[in-house]
């Protein structure tokens, strides 16, 4: 097959394909391996949206090395200048939003109203980060010991590695790259190898923005051969992980070997409690979107909704019937509820835990079927699945699906509905329908989850507030606003004497 180069160089065209490269110290270049692999479309695998490096561990220390030269003239570079990189980049993003979101659906499945909130939700924190880069405050603080001044500043860290998954293939490295730029840290991406394009999409614009070379390196391939590396180089200063609580472990085990700081963002099984008392229409369009949204492919989907037993049956047989009447199919066609899996693992991960929940004694009562003929036939399709008298123990109601497979509960009343929401291993979103404010404010301090909705369903993160849950969804750190600066900066404390004497902390006092 010809191939011939065209347009920008981050790609060549191999056929009606483009081949994307890594990007590492400003240029566009072909993997170390020679290897490369395909991106396609999981509602029409027959389309391939992109071939991509398969990097390995002599791509990883090129991207390392660069981003350790560029670290020492970017931490220089004053904060407010490097946010108006990151500002432009918001605009160009702004302008570039629908091709940018076309894509995203295209290769990840999502529907496309949803991917432009993925790429909206870039240009957010893009905005916002801009503006942290006039703030980056720190606490001035008087002295204990007189004619002394102290304060604490921030500092970036240095190489930063990340590594993303395919849900939020723009958003989530934006949560990334955006604050750590800001900051003064140089970057280091490993994109999920699901979905790479949205990635090298944000860089380039990033690129485009001015952000120097070596700034912001690229590396895609797959997670031993990429991601571990990355977490081992020993240039590298901080890791960034949102991807499973299985990986979490092993990267954070790893990263804690040479005492890096290590923020992981893992895996979720979030709660929607609805109480007697809920304006039921309110909760079941919250737990249909909830549940549904992304194809339940969301670390925040509502895949547990646990209702109080005075309004069990009536939101059982609504929210049931609503589930039966979702549009299945291609994202891009804009009438469409919920699109596919993003790939064939995940998708018999998904059909898998249907046969558990029946197994288990759970009623299916929609749903739970792949969906393969006609327009579906060359997709990862499957239908919105609902289990009703799940009980809290079973496995579909206490392990991740990350699939379009609710379990609605039972419960009593507020205080078992809160036992029940808390008592899985992950701790990332949670929710409450209820007009009672008394009841809603004991939820709001006792659901323990890094997010909790009031008259919402688990879904639907700003990102100026912190983004991170407790317990296996991850290890305290937070993405999102000031979460993000108090990841990409440490700390340093200064003490300024002008008393021209030796003082003596603890030790100089006056009793
Ligand atoms: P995943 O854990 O399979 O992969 C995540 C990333 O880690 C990918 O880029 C992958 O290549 C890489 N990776 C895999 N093995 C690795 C290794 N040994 N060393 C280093 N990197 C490695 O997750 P996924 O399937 O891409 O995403 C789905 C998961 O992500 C779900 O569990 C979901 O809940 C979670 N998630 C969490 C959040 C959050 O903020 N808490 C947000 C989105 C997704």
Known sequence: MATETVGSPAFIASGNTKVYKNFIDGEWVESSTGETFEDRNPADTREVVGIFQKSGKDDVNAAVDAAKRAFERWRLVPAPRRAELVFRAAEMLAERKEEYSRDMTREMGKVIKETRGDTQEAIDTAYYMAGEGRRLFGPTTPSELPNKFAMAVRHPLGVCGMITPWNFPMAIPSWKLLPALVCGNTCVIKPAQDTPLSTFNLVRTLTDAGVPNGVINVVSGFGSSVGGPLTEHSDVRAISLTGSTAVGRTVGTTAAKSFKHCSLELGGKNPMIVLDDANLELAIEGGLW??????????????????????????????????????????LDESVDMGPAINEAQLKTDLSYVDIGKDEGAKLVCGGHRLEKGEYQHGYFMEPTVFIDVEPKMRIAQEEIFGPVVSIIACNGLEDAIEIANGIEYGLSSSIYTKDVNKAFVAMRDLYAGITYINAPTIGAEVHLPFGGTKATGNGHREGG???IDFYTEWKSVYIDYSDKLQKAQIDRVD
């Open 290 to 331: 909830g549940g549904f949204g992304t194809t339940g492919q969301r670390c925040t989907a509502t895949s547990r909704i646990i209702v109080q037993k005075g309004v069990y049956r009536e939101f059982v047989e609504r929210y049931v019937a609503r589930a039966k009447r979702l549009k299945v199919g291609n994202g």
């Open 482 to 484: 000031i979460g993000a």
